[in-house]
């Protein structure tokens, strides 16, 4: 049996401990576990964004002069940082759909086979691939496993990600990478800010900043091309923002040199700011100790579901390999998704559900402590026990 006092011990010991107090936790009763979905607000971030509110009022249109600069700047300082990139390599813009759009029709430029994902990847993914594939009349495959999908891919498009959203399998991207001609692009959506990421063998990759980056809800996206082939690719999207010499305002479109051709309109102030703050509080805590303190939550959320959740139904659907895993937790139920509604409405616990049995528990590292863990998987057993979760309206939803 794993004690409460087990919990308390881990955090007595976590060297992250002193980073719950630097975000905004307005019900200290609930165990927020979705911040895979929608990081919490940091005060770093709020901040931020109050300064740079402020300087819009101040200077207006001047701004932009120091503005201008942050799409590239910020995504040198989260390549350095998050992504083990080079400067230059990095563009923060639009959303995570439009950039996999950008970088999905610039691939398939260089590479003239099927274009290709699992069908378990994330939905908008399949839904832009299949979209681009349409447009270039391509052959678009669907396959049932990653390993299949690198089979299909041949001399194509590899789309994947680099931690799975719902069963939280962790990808080893070089090993992927040095067994298919595919040119392969990874969507690193649910691994950045929470697993060590080394993109120095990968050519194209595409992630968001409101998980475990806590940037806030829409903030803008950033998109990977490694440098050697940033100049033989072009987005399909020809927009002033990666136009040569833009403020020439000159007749035709011409591609800026470098990640800059990736822009497409006027970026996010606010989001970039917001996105700023919330990499130097990943930078002040350090990725090595915010992965490993990541497999300590859900090394423990397993060993409590192993022993509470088993015999009343619930499966572990996360790989037991902790190297092999992101930062969440996949637990199967047949009735997840009343249960996840009783979670939130009588156990003040937020984690969400994904279809068609999953109930997903995100534990982001910077705020999330073990006794949030021990006490959620103690609520989780309560509810189902005791058939709690029979009793809730858990009718349809927009949002789940
Ligand atoms: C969250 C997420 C997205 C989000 O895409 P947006 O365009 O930013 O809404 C895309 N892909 C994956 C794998 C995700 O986890």
Same mark, same amino acid.
């Given at each position: 049996m794993?004690d409460?006092?087990?919990?308390e011990?881990?955090?007595?010991? %976590?060297?992250?401990a002193r ?12 165990i927020y576990?979705?911040g895979n ?6 005060? %770093?971030v709020r901040?931020a964004i ?23 700047g ?7 940082v998050?992504?083990?990139?080079r400067?230059?390599e990095?563009?923060?813009?639009d959303?995570?759909?439009?950039n996999?759009?950008k ?9 003239p ?11 908008t ?17 669907e396959a049932d ?5 690198i089979?299909?891919a041949r %001399?194509g ?7 799975d959203?719902r ?10 990478i040095?067994?298919?001609d595919a040119l392969?692009i ?19 990759a595409?992630?968001?900043?409101y ?11 950033f998109?990977y091309v490694?440098?050697?082939l ?10 002033w923002?990666?136009q ?8 035709g479109y ?5 990640i800059e051709?990736f822009g497409a ?11 700023d703050?919330?990499i ?6 350090g ?9 300590s ?10 022993a509470?959740?088993a ?12 190297s ?12 997840a998704w009343?249960?996840a509604r ?9 984690? %969400? ?23 959620a998987?103690?609520?989780l ?7 709690e ?8 939803r927009?949002?789940?």
């Amino acid at each position: 049996m794993i004690d409460r006092s087990h919990a308390e011990a881990l955090d007595a010991a %976590d060297p992250l401990a002193r980073f719950r107090d630097r975000f905004v936790i307005a019900d200290r009763d609930r165990i927020y576990l979705d911040g895979n979905s929608l990081g919490r607000l940091s005060t %770093d971030v709020r901040d931020a964004i109050a300064v740079v509110v402020g300087h819009w009022g101040e200077r207006v249109v001047e701004g932009w002069h120091d503005w201008i600069e942050l799409p590239r700047g910020v995504g040198d300082r989260l390549a350095s940082v998050a992504l083990g990139a080079r400067p230059g390599e990095v563009l923060i813009a639009d959303s995570v759909t439009v950039n996999l759009h950008k970088l999905a029709h610039a691939a398939a430029d260089h590479r003239p086979g099927p274009i290709v994902t699992d069908a378990a990847n994330f939905p908008t993914d399949r839904y832009v691939l299949e979209g681009v594939a349409r447009q270039l009349g391509r052959q678009y495959i669907e396959a049932d496993s990653v390993e299949a999908a690198i089979d299909a891919a041949r %001399d194509g498009v590899l789309c994947l990600s680099h931690v799975d959203y719902r069963s939280a399998e962790l990808r080893d991207m070089r090993a992927i990478i040095g067994s298919t001609d595919a040119l392969v692009i990874w969507d690193l959506s649910h691994s950045v800010g929470a697993v060590e990421i080394d993109l120095s063998a990968v050519d194209l990759a595409v992630g968001c900043t409101y998980k475990y980056l806590n940037a806030g809800p829409g903030a803008p996206a950033f998109l990977y091309v490694r440098r050697e082939l940033q100049s033989s690719m072009r987005s399909p999207i020809q927009g002033w923002f990666g136009q040569r010499d833009q403020f020439l305002m000159g007749p035709g479109y011409e591609a800026a040199d470098g990640i800059e051709r990736f822009g497409a309109g006027t970026p996010s102030v606010v989001g970039l700011a917001a996105i700023d703050a919330a990499i130097g509080l990943l930078e002040e805590a350090g990725f090595a100790a915010i992965a490993a303190k990541g497999r300590s939550l859900t090394e423990l959320a397993i060993g409590l579901a192993d022993a509470w959740l088993a015999p009343i139904g619930f499966s572990v659907g996360s790989p037991r390999d902790p190297s092999r895993r992101g930062s969440h937790v996949a637990l199967r139920h047949v009735e997840a998704w009343p249960i996840a509604r009783a979670l939130i409405e009588r156990a003040a616990v937020v984690p %969400d559900f994904r279809p068609p049995d999953i109930l997903r528990l995100g534990f982001a590292p910077l705020y999330t402590r073990h006794v949030d863990v021990w006490d959620a998987l103690h609520r989780l057993r309560r509810i189902v026990a005791r058939g709690e979760h029979r009793a809730v309206a858990a009718g349809a939803r927009r949002v789940t």
